[in-house]
């Protein structure tokens, strides 16, 4: 069974830093990507960034590449999300997911970021 543990989220101020981190465990992930969505209040879930669990690619929204970086760790089974520069419009639920081909079929329970104006 896939299971996904977001951490890290945090109040922080407007222009600072966070590192989330997601557990992956329950299955080897090789030719998976994993990534992170996250959703604001009253608002849809949204794409923020994804990694290929084998080869590295990555993938950002264009609201956070530059700021964002999504890395990988293949032997802790951890995906972490360095958010820099973050504004208030960043402040949501960061959910990490785990698929193929697109297609997120497992989610982790979400860790909240609130930044701060």
């Known amino acids: 069974q896939v299971q996904l543990v977001a951490s890290g989220g945090d109040l922080v101020q407007t222009g600072g830093p966070l590192r989330l981190s997601c557990a992956a465990s329950?299955?080897?992930?090789?030719?998976?990507?994993l990534a992170w969505f996250r959703q604001a209040p009253g608002k849809d879930r949204e794409f923020v960034a994804a990694?290929?669990?084998?080869?590295?690619?990555?993938y950002y929204a264009a609201s956070v590449k530059g700021r964002f970086t999504i890395s990988r760790d293949n032997a802790k089974n951890l995906v972490y999300l360095q958010m820099n520069s973050l504004k208030p419009e960043d402040t949501a639920v960061y959910f990490c997911?785990?698929?193929?081909?697109?297609?997120?079929?497992?989610w982790g329970q979400g860790t909240q970021v609130t930044v701060s104006s």
């Open positions: 329950g299955r080897s992930f090789s030719g998976w990507t």
């Open positions: 990694i290929h669990w084998t080869v590295g690619h990555t």
């Open positions: 997911a785990a698929g193929v081909e697109g297609s997120y079929n497992y």
